[in-house]
């Protein structure tokens, strides 16, 4: 009876034209549901990817000074004008190691809640790891307020403001992804646990999309630097881009003709190569970061 109604439901979704062979007219609408969901996977292996290297180096650069008592190379980054390591500030500290750490818990944890082998497979270590993940995001989010309008002596600042939204997002996406599964609503769970995804590392889009930016800039020869418009507007871009092409997303997949999904495809393959574009950059930077070498841009 599950397969009758999935095929009534395939059947409906493609829509009909009196000028085609229902055969061409059901092979086009096929191509196209393929070529949305492959452009998924590839964004999503992409992010993973990148997110699990993102968590190796969290753990050995922040995790390892934190338990050897060597939180002063986190000054590394003052050439970059950030100084996260302040003599004597126990709390400021804690806070930006609970920060650090827990980025880093969220980006290999998140990516493991969306692989539906896991999901399907290990129900139990599905629902564990859940609720760890949003334990985590929830103090990812009181850490990054403490760190903006606490421990920062300037905190009304873009970047502050454009941190706090994501951060309020999170609590916001939080919520209604485990209210919608404790109502056993799967199908909306799934649509707020991928939000909820986005904006808890979107501190990760936001390097990456940074380091595109400037590798895409110097290979066009347009010289980019950090004076550039780009830049304050992708202090809430790294978060509002993202969940603007997921809604595009689960309209195309769901609504949308077959046109849609080509240029929704198109969307999600160009926008995770210049992802990808952005994360090989941001590699060798971090590697040096955790070397001791210079870092400059």
């Known amino acids: 009876m599950e397969k009758t109604s999935v095929a009534v439901a395939d059947l409906a979704a493609t829509k009909y034209d009196p000028t085609k062979p229902q055969s061409q007219t059901t092979s086009s609408a096929k191509f196209a549901d393929r070529s949305l969901k492959y452009s998924a996977t590839f964004w999503f292996v992409s992010v993973m990817a990148g997110q699990w290297f993102f968590f190796y180096y969290i753990m050995a650069f922040y995790g390892f000074s934190v338990i050897n008592d060597n ?71 009181i850490s990054g307020f403490y760190l903006v309008w606490v421990r920062d002596p300037e905190p009304i600042t873009l970047s502050g403001i454009g941190t706090s939204i994501n951060g309020l997002l999170i609590f916001a996406f939080a919520y209604l992804a485990l209210r919608r599964v404790v109502n056993r609503d799967i199908v909306s769970h799934k649509k707020w646990a991928l939000r909820l995804f986005l904006v808890s590392n979107a501190q990760w889009t936001l390097r990456v999309g940074v380091f595109s930016y400037l590798v895409t800039g110097s290979m066009l020869g347009l010289k980019p630097s950090f004076s550039d418009v780009f830049f304050p507007i992708w202090t809430f871009g790294c978060f509002v881009l993202p969940l603007a092409t997921l809604q595009l997303y689960f309209y195309a ?6 046109r849609v999904k080509y240029i929704t495809s198109g969307a999600l393959c160009v926008l995770t190569v210049l992802m990808l574009v952005g994360a090989v950059g941001f590699t060798p930077f971090l590697l040096t970061v955790m070397s001791g070498g210079d870092i400059a841009l």
């Open 253 to 258: 997949k769901e609504k949308g003709g077959n």
């Open 71 to 141: 939180m002063e190379i986190w000054n590394r980054w003052e050439a970059m004008g950030s100084k996260p390591y302040h003599a004597g500030d126990f709390a400021g500290n804690f806070a930006f190691a609970a920060h650090a750490i827990g980025a880093g818990i969220v980006a290999f944890g998140g990516a493991l809640q969306l692989i539906p082998q896991v999901r399907s497979y290990f129900p139990k270590f599905h629902k564990i790891n859940g609720y760890v993940y949003l334990s985590t995001v929830f103090c990812l989010a």
